[in-house]
């Protein structure tokens, strides 16, 4: 069963052709937060699933707006999925120089490298024996792409707009019908700049890891082309949320007593 395309039917499901006043005091709230003073209980929501492949899975309409959703259902979540080659081309349009390339596409294959530098091909390695040999060479990809302005083009690219789309997410939603949080597009900027800094042993681009979707090592996957695809994940995304949002509070707190 896939839970992602059963989770955006749920949610579709708990907004469409419902009054405000019909929903529980969370989804209230989600509501006012999206639409703002548009909203009230004089006509009904209406949603649908989006049936393009793109980083807004449902749509949520009142009156004339209509508000496109990204939906993760789980606190460790794929954020985005594109094959190495391209990805490679993205990392070169950006302004990466291919020596640094390199260095992301060794550690994705598992290459190992013989006394002259040369790979050798006869054995491909983990993400754990790549990083007991090659960590440096993961520590200078990591320093060259956590840049503010690279971070915030693959923040349009991995979630907020990608690849096939010209339209933004308005909000990213995660959880399921019955217990969910929110955070809206601009405040997605903040949450992941606010995180550049953090020490990760595996690729990274601020609080998002980067790395194959499977390495396949013993050739027994039953999608062997998993070798080739970029997974890009973010761990942890329900409690950035929440840590993120009760900041926010705290410091409008504070400022509201000065």
């Known amino acids: 069963m896939n839970y992602g395309y059963q989770n955006e039917y749920d949610f579709v499901e708990l907004f469409n052709n419902k009054y405000l006043f019909?929903?529980?005091?969370?989804?209230?709230?989600?509501l006012k937060d999206l639409f703002g003073d548009v909203i009230d209980n004089s006509e009904p929501i209406k949603s649908w699933k989006n049936k393009m492949v793109q980083k807004a899975d449902?749509?949520?309409?009142?009156?004339?707006?209509?508000?496109?959703?990204?939906?993760?259902?789980?606190?460790?979540?794929?954020?985005?999925?594109e094959q190495i080659q391209e990805f490679k081309r993205y990392?070169?349009?950006?302004?990466?120089?291919?020596?640094?390339?390199?260095?992301?596409?060794?550690?994705?294959?598992?290459y190992r490298k013989n006394g002259k530098g040369e790979i050798d091909f006869s054995k491909r390695l983990s993400s754990e024996e790549y990083k007991e040999l090659y960590q440096e060479d993961i520590n200078i990809f990591n320093t060259n792409i956590n840049k503010t302005r690279i971070i915030v083009d693959m923040i349009d690219r991995f979630i907020v707009r990608g690849r096939n789309s010209d339209y933004d997410i308005d909000v990213l939603v995660c959880g399921k019908v019955e217990d969910y949080i929110w955070i809206k597009k601009y405040?997605?900027?903040?949450?992941?700049l606010s995180k550049r800094s953090m020490n990760f042993t595996s690729p990274h681009?601020?609080?998002?890891?980067?790395?194959?979707?499977k390495r396949n090592l013993d050739g027994k996957s039953n999608n062997s082309s998993d070798r080739y695809i970029v997974c890009i994940r973010w761990n942890c995304i329900k409690?950035?949320?929440i840590n993120f949002k009760n900041k926010k509070v705290l410091e409008r707190d504070l400022s509201n007593k000065i």
């Open 58 to 81: 449902i749509f949520i309409k009142y009156k004339n707006h209509i508000k496109n959703i990204s939906l993760k259902c789980g606190n460790s979540n794929s954020m985005h999925h």
């Open 187 to 192: 405040d997605l900027y903040d949450l992941i």
């Open 205 to 213: 681009i601020a609080c998002m890891t980067i790395g194959p979707k």
């Open 239 to 241: 409690e950035d949320i």
């Open 91 to 110: 990392l070169g349009n950006i302004g990466i120089p291919y020596k640094i390339i390199d260095k992301y596409i060794d550690y994705h294959y598992g």
């Open 22 to 30: 019909e929903l529980n005091s969370n989804s209230q709230e989600f």
